[in-house]
Nanobody
Framework: QVQLVESGGGLVQAGGSLRLSCVAS????????MPWYRQAPGKQRELVAS???????NYADSVKDRFTISRDNDKKTVYLQMNNLNHEDTAAYHC????????????WGQGTQVTVSS
């Protein structure tokens, strides 16, 4: 059974920084894309950033130049460094992964809450 576990969320003042981590565990042969999504109350879930296995990255326009996604394939971990946070970044952040075990399956983490105070 594959699990994704996020950590690193919390309460931070506007202008501050947080670093989120997401670790994949279980019998895993390979992980392809590892994106981060977020969902704020009353809003649709949105893609924040994604990183492919060979580390090609994409970012939402709203977080470009503030957030950095990275991964450590040996540790099966994806990171999201978030700088210069603002109130609009308040959301539950979920990691996602395309995982190859004995088949190709998409998994979600439970999420970690990020709250930015004004």
């Amino acid at each position: 059974q594959v699990q994704l576990v996020e950590s690193g969320g919390g309460l931070v003042q506007a202008g501050g920084s947080l670093r989120l981590s997401c670790v994949a565990s279980g019998i895993i042969y390979s992980i392809n894309d590892m994106p981060w999504y977020r969902q704020a109350p009353g809003k649709q879930r949105e893609l924040v950033a994604s990183i492919a296995r060979l580390e090609h990255t994409n970012y939402a326009d709203s977080v470009k130049d503030r957030f950095t996604i990275s991964r450590d394939n040996d540790k099966k971990t994806v990171y999201l460094q978030m700088n210069n946070l603002n109130h609009e970044d308040t959301a539950a952040y979920h990691c996602n992964a395309d995982v190859i075990t004995n088949s190709w399956t998409n998994y979600w983490g439970q999420g970690t809450q990020v709250t930015v105070s004004s």
